[in-house]
């Protein structure tokens, strides 16, 4: 599997997010492509979904499902 290229995504974590560190961040500026990591570790892994799981994902939490 080829990693995708994560140069030019730009991170953010939700506006609620306390102080801390301890939350996800999100680059929703990929064509094709959400990634998420930790904001713990910037340098670490980064999961990637396709927009239309992502959405599925986000529509779960939002009905209770997930």
Do not use: H, Q, Y
């Not at 904001?39 to 529509?59: H, I, M, Q, R, Y």
């Amino acid at each position: 599997m080829i990693s995708p290229d994560l140069s030019g995504a730009e991170f953010r974590k939700s506006t609620l997010s306390g102080p801390n560190n301890d939350c996800v961040e999100v680059a929703t500026n990929l064509p094709g492509l959400i990634a998420v990591r930790d904001s713990k570790d910037p340098s670490g892994p980064v999961l990637t979904f396709s927009p239309a799981t992502w959405n599925d994902f986000l529509t779960g939490i939002r009905t209770g499902e997930v």
